[in-house]
């Protein structure tokens, strides 16, 4: 990227959108009703939140620095394949607006950990309330910050990491003090943002192909030199590798195992993410059902069109690298999307960095609002202050949002941690990858099987992590490269590999017997078990019309491009 590629008009353009978003955020705050000291107003907008700002924040809220320039990278490296994270979450949306919210809401769920202790124990809360918030803080928040600020510091000439960073910070504090109506009124702002800043990034990508390769400035035939200049970024399904298949055709694989990613572990990461994290599931846990059934299905509408912002710009940036018009790309596939955006005429950069912005403040506001809730509500007034007032609750947890914004800071200042090592998407894929095999073992079969128990979820929890461990690093050595139950490849660094969502697949299914063998040393029915009945799940006819054309658009992507 050229140095100082920004000018005085897209630093307005910037600075247009900073401003809209924090008088749209402080009129909130100001309107806010006389309960403004309530805690469960404050922590989750009790009763207080539309559909459509439910689902405008789960998506501010998902997409961040990672997906532009990690998710980008990848359709640069392997195409529109990595699009299924995309689309199998929107059918994950699906699963939990039909099946996990009815579950969480009729038992007046708030937090992740309560549901913990009120289907298991209150051990098994506390270690899993302590384990997310070193998560959220130490992994999510700080590799947020970090790659964000890395991120918009290219685009800005390199010269300002620090002054970035702290900006994002600001930034995002400013809006998660106003507590969760204000963090998700603000994501509307930051999704029309993202998704306007994005198409256009999307549309000029495709205009430069379209203008490189001979046909003016035309999208469309863009598109179509896309799909004949780099056929192969066109297949969903990875070829299983052969014996003459190159290291990068295994390497591929190794991301996106074919078919086995749909048998496996792909489904786990998203029904985790989606359905059984406080950063996410907070936004609709204080709404009544319809709304956030309808605010979760939103979400996954809008999930549809996510591949064409940051997917496409990658495949892009590799037919234009690949004919020799990409000289500016560095960094290798993750300098995919910057490449691209040096295209973009002055004002357009603006808007685009404006874009980027807004996917990394609201990601970061929605992180420490969690981190805030779990902290307040299941450990300070559980077990240091008890008797807090509600709005003794609300100062600790602005007091709260202070400190992990702080540790943010402080542990990516000079990278403590170590995430430009690894890239952004890796150390956050490295680090929740391992547990979340264990942790969805625990939820789906502490809603829909009576008889787990308390023990039983301990168990997952560390046989979880503990296959994780062997089958991503240990089992080829142990075991062989070729088993019965997987086929390990060569990395090309010097050793072989299971496929990462083989590897996720094949811990949550043995979890998953364990937790089942222990519960059955147990009573028939546990006494914590929650009580289901068939008229939670009714849906409204129109929900059902939702879902139905959700599920069939989804099914023609995968026939177009399989």
């Not at 990491?161 to 930034?171: E, K, N, P, T």
């Not at 591929?252 to 993410?273: C, D, E, S």
């Not at 807004?358 to 202050?385: C, E, F």
């Not at 006819?541 to 879902?547: E, K, S, V």
Request: aromatic fraction near 14%.
């Amino acid at each position: 990227m050229n140095q100082n590629s920004l000018q005085l008009t897209d630093y307005i353009v910037f600075i247009i959108y900073f401003l809209v978003v924090s008088i749209y955020g402080y009129t909130i705050y100001r309107k806010r009703e006389k309960n403004e000291n309530d805690a469960k107003a404050y922590f989750l907008a009790e009763g207080k939140l539309t559909w459509w700002a439910i689902g405008a924040s789960l998506i501010a809220s998902n997409i961040s620095a990672e997906q532009f320039i990690g998710m980008s990278g990848e359709g640069f490296f392997l195409g529109i394949a990595v699009a299924a994270y995309e689309w199998i979450a929107a059918i994950t949306l699906l699963i939990v607006a039909i099946w996990f919210i009815p579950v969480y809401l009729k038992n007046k769920i708030y937090t992740m950990p309560q549901f913990l202790k009120t289907r298991y124990n209150e051990s098994t809360a506390l270690i899993m309330a302590v384990f997310w918030l070193f998560l959220y803080v130490f992994v999510n928040l700080t590799s947020i910050l970090y790659l964000g600020a890395v991120a918009i510091n290219g685009l800005a000439g390199g010269q300002y990491l620090h002054v970035i960073m702290i900006g994002l910070a600001f930034f995002a504090l400013v809006i998660s003090l106003g507590g969760m109506k204000v963090v998700a009124y603000t994501d509307v702002i930051q999704v029309a943002v993202l998704l306007v800043g994005g198409l256009v990034t999307s549309y000029i990508a495709l205009t430069t192909v379209s203008h490189y390769f001979g046909f003016g400035h035309d999208a469309i035939a863009g598109f179509q030199v896309l799909m004949d200049q780099a056929p192969e970024h066109f297949k969903m399904i990875m070829p299983e590798p052969t014996a003459a298949s190159t290291q990068e055709e295994i390497n591929k694989y190794l991301t996106i195992p074919g078919l086995m990613a749909y048998l496996a572990g792909i489904w786990i990461i998203n029904l985790n993410y989606w359905g059984c994290n406080q950063y996410i599931t907070q936004r609709a846990l204080g709404a009544d059902l319809d709304t956030a059934r309808s605010g979760i299905l939103f979400a996954g509408f809008i999930k549809l069109f996510m591949p064409l912002i940051v997917i496409l710009p990658g495949i892009a940036a590799y037919v234009l690298h690949q004919s020799g018009h990409l000289p500016q790309l560095v960094g290798g596939k993750d300098g995919a999307y910057s490449a691209i955006l040096t295209f973009l005429p002055t004002g357009l950069k603006g808007l685009s960095v404006a874009a980027l912005t807004a996917a990394i403040v609201a990601s970061l506001a929605g992180k420490v609002n969690s981190i805030s809730t779990i902290y307040t509500l299941d450990i300070h007034k559980k077990y240091i202050q008890k008797d807090a007032t509600d709005t003794k609750q609300v100062n600790v947890g602005k007091y709260a949002v202070f400190a992990a914004m702080f540790l943010a800071v402080l542990f990516t200042w000079n990278d403590t941690l170590g995430i430009g090592g690894v890239g952004g998407f890796t150390y956050i894929q490295k680090y929740t990858g391992f547990i979340s095999p264990g942790v969805f073992a625990m939820f789906i079969l502490g809603m829909f099987w009576k008889r787990t128990t308390g023990a039983a979820a301990v168990v997952g929890v560390l046989a979880g992590f503990a296959l994780s461990v062997v089958f991503n690093e240990l089992a080829p050595a142990w075991f062989g490269n070729d088993t019965w139950l997987y086929t390990a490849y060569a990395n090309g660094k010097g050793g072989y590999e299971i496929p990462f969502l083989i590897c996720m697949g094949l811990s949550f299914i043995f979890t998953m017997l364990l937790m089942i063998v222990v519960s059955l040393a147990g009573p028939k029915v546990n006494e914590k078990a929650f009580e289901l009945d068939k008229t939670m799940f009714k849906m409204k006819p129109q929900t059902t019309i939702l879902i139905v054309a959700l599920v069939l658009t989804i099914f023609a992507l995968y026939v177009k491009f399989w």
